[in-house]
């Protein structure tokens, strides 16, 4: 039966793991199986850990196969011998197979074990004021404030103090040209002056301001300015800009045009900053592992996603690290080609004359770092012309620039599902 406080959090995981015994890719695995009655494991971790500092969590949710390969038992939890693929099916009769609990009593204790520090993902941000001073008798303070509408404005206080307001901390040269003429109206020549202290207190400001994070009550109603919300929303505004350039793209003569530099400068920021959050939730999956229960589904279709990149095949899960050499080299290709060459150079210099000048033998050890064991002329000239190198390059075909856009939606999918997960659990903590 199902608890009253983690109804909810059961139906996540119970939908989740029947999602993913419902796919191609569990049929055709399972029909590879022999006959009988057993378990199925599903595995905790789906992706390639090259960046993963964790451990897996040892525990599996499993699916109880009787010999028709049909399913009629509840979703369970086990602790099985560790295992590499998506799936691991274990006899009945078989030596090691695991002994399996409820999914109701391991619930139960993932909640009591769970703690409140997971619920920073899920913790409300709110935009605070921040004051820095400024080191002039014209304005006294620099302000950051969110809420004002204008970008920049200079504000007189009761006593007659002045200050200035801002509302972004991005571009110092807007918020200045905003109050530029209000300044050059008050001081004259004085204004240059001013400006440059102005663009040093904007410098601290950028520095000190803060948005404050503030953690959910047990059973709180659902913020709506989450840090995983914050996240998705900034992964979603990209992913369009990003099918948008892809469309334009396609729809060009050739390939070398501006929208696909838009494809490969969302791309990177993506494998760059997105790898490095999914490498987090992979985290909070290892260490909590009712999180991983309740986005299994989403987990698993985004790991299906990378799989399915056109790159070099690599046998059995996809590597994160991978992904970004990839996505690396496609942009160095792109961006990385001032010299003009897309190859090494290479010069034979047989019957060319050099000569040497000295070689010296079993130097001090503690001299060997700075020494030059064989020094000839213009060996300066050489070693300043082997600086010139070829940044790593990685020819892409459009085919995985239009599969990325699936990997980007996936990533988006599982956000809002651990963020909904987080919930759910913070729901069950009354």
């Given at each position: 039966m199902?608890t009253?406080?983690?109804?909810?959090?059961?139906?996540?995981?119970?939908?989740?793991?029947?999602?993913?015994?419902?796919t191609?890719?569990?049929?055709?695995?399972?029909?590879?199986?022999?006959?009988?009655?057993?378990?199925v494991?599903?595995n905790n971790?789906f992706?390639y850990?090259?960046?993963?500092?964790?451990?897996?969590?040892a525990?599996?949710?499993?699916?109880?196969?009787?010999?028709?390969?049909?399913?009629?038992?509840p979703?369970?939890?086990a602790?099985?011998?560790?295992f590499n693929?998506?799936?691991?099916f274990?006899?009945?009769?078989?030596?090691?197979?695991?002994?399996t609990?409820?999914?109701?009593?391991a619930?139960?204790?993932?909640l009591k074990?769970?703690?409140?520090?997971?619920?920073?993902?899920?913790g409300q941000?709110?935009?605070?004021?921040?004051?820095?001073?400024i080191?002039?008798?014209?304005?006294?303070?620099?302000?950051?404030?969110p809420?004002?509408?204008?970008?920049?404005?200079?504000?007189?206080?009761?006593?007659?103090?002045r200050?200035i307001?801002v509302?972004?901390?991005?571009?110092?040269?807007?918020?200045?040209?905003?109050?530029q003429?209000?300044?050059?109206?008050?001081?004259?020549?004085e204004?240059?002056?001013f400006?440059?202290?102005?663009s040093?207190?904007?410098?601290?400001?950028?520095?000190?301001?803060q948005?404050?994070?503030?953690?959910?009550?047990?059973?709180?109603?659902k913020s709506?300015?989450?840090?995983?919300?914050?996240?998705?929303?900034?992964?979603?505004?990209?992913?369009?800009?990003?099918?948008?350039?892809?469309?334009?793209?396609?729809?060009?003569?050739?390939?070398?045009?501006?929208?696909?530099?838009?494809?490969?400068?969302?791309?990177?920021?993506?494998?760059d900053?997105?790898?490095k959050?999914?490498?987090?939730l992979?985290?909070v999956?290892d260490?909590?592992?009712?999180?991983?229960w309740?986005?299994l589904?989403?987990?698993?279709?985004?790991?299906?996603?990378?799989?399915?990149?056109p790159?070099t095949?690599?046998e059995?899960k996809?590597?994160?690290k991978?992904y970004?050499e990839?996505?690396?080299g496609?942009?160095?290709?792109?961006?990385?080609?001032?010299?003009?060459?897309?190859r090494?150079?290479?010069s034979?210099?047989?019957?060319?004359?050099?000569?040497?000048?000295?070689?010296t033998?079993?130097?001090a050890?503690?001299?060997?770092?700075?020494?030059?064991?064989f020094?000839?002329?213009?060996r300066?000239?050489?070693?300043?012309?082997?600086?010139?190198?070829?940044?790593?390059e990685?020819?892409v075909?459009?085919?995985?620039?239009?599969?990325?856009?699936?990997?980007m939606?996936?990533?988006?999918?599982?956000?809002?599902?651990t963020?909904?997960?987080?919930w759910?659990?913070?729901?069950?903590?009354?």
């Open positions: 199902k009253t406080k983690l109804g909810a959090v059961q139906d996540l995981v119970e939908a989740g793991a029947t999602a993913v015994a419902k191609t890719i569990f049929s055709d695995w399972l029909s590879e199986e022999s006959e009988g009655d057993g378990l494991a599903i971790s992706v850990r090259d960046l993963v500092k964790t451990t897996k969590n525990q599996y949710l499993c699916l109880p196969l009787k010999g028709d390969k049909s399913f009629t038992e979703v369970s939890v602790r099985p011998q560790s693929t998506d799936f691991k274990f006899k009945a009769a078989s030596k090691i197979m695991p002994e609990q409820t999914l109701d009593g619930l139960q204790a993932e074990s769970l703690g409140s520090l997971v619920f920073v993902l899920i941000i709110e935009e605070v004021t921040c004051d820095i001073s080191d002039h008798n014209y304005a006294h303070l620099l302000r950051f404030d809420t004002q509408k204008e970008t920049s404005a200079v504000t007189t206080g009761e006593e007659g103090e200050s307001t509302n972004e901390l991005v571009d110092p040269e807007a918020a200045w040209n905003e109050i003429a209000t300044v050059q109206g008050d001081i004259g020549d204004a240059e002056v400006r440059a202290q102005f040093v207190a904007f410098d601290k400001l950028q520095q000190e301001a948005s404050s994070l503030q953690l959910p009550s047990p059973g709180g109603a709506q300015s989450s840090f995983l919300g914050h996240i998705r929303g900034a992964v979603k505004d990209q992913r369009t800009l990003y099918e948008d350039a892809l469309r334009k793209t396609q729809r060009a003569k050739t390939s070398h045009t501006s929208h696909l530099n838009e494809v490969l400068r969302i791309a990177y920021n993506f494998a900053d997105a790898i959050v999914l490498t987090l992979v985290s999956c260490l909590k592992g009712v999180v991983l309740c986005t589904r989403q987990h698993f279709e985004l790991a299906e996603a990378f799989r399915l990149l790159w095949k690599i059995g996809a590597s994160l991978r970004q990839v996505i690396n496609a942009r160095n290709r792109a961006f990385h080609n001032l010299l003009g060459f897309d090494s150079v290479f034979d210099l047989t019957g060319v004359t050099i000569k040497a000048r000295s070689l033998l079993l130097p050890h503690g001299r060997r770092k700075g020494h030059t064991p020094d000839y002329e213009d300066e000239l050489v070693e300043v012309l082997s600086q010139l190198t070829l940044a790593p990685t020819a075909s459009m085919e995985f620039w239009k599969r990325n856009a699936d990997v939606a996936k990533f988006e999918s599982l956000l809002e599902a963020e909904d997960a987080l759910a659990l913070n729901g069950a903590r009354t």
